[in-house]
Nanobody, 115 residues
């Protein structure tokens, strides 16, 4: 089982990024997925979630209205579109397989919001 995040980078405040997470080694379409982030010196926090069929999405209060989670089950990929980024959004972003054991984490992708 493998999760590979990509799409991070340096972006100015107010900018946008689209993160991707390519999944392999399990039946992707059977599992809900989540995005988390971990800022420097802080604990990992949940950002967004999506049901296995993509019909239901959930967002943390900290990013609601600025992010959209989506998935393409044909491509085994989950996405996180982030808009109106703020410096406090600087973090490593990870995708996660909901209700899968053992826990699997990818290497994450670093998002830096700075002018």
């Amino acid at each position: 089982v493998q999760l590979v995040e990509s799409g991070g980078g340096l972006v100015q405040p107010g900018g946008s990024l689209r993160l991707s997470c390519a999944a392999s080694g399990f039946t992707f379409s059977n599992y809900a997925m989540r995005w988390y982030r971990q800022a420097p010196g802080k604990e990992r926090e949940w950002v967004a979630g999506i049901s296995s069929d993509g019909e239901n999405t959930y967002y943390s209060d900290s990013m609601k209205g600025r992010v959209t989670i989506s998935r393409d089950n044909a491509k085994n990929t989950v996405y996180l579109q982030m808009n109106s980024l703020k410096p406090e959004d600087t973090a490593v972003y990870y995708c996660y397989i909901r209700y899968y054991t053992p826990e699997v984490w990818g290497q994450g992708t670093l998002v830096t919001v700075s002018s």
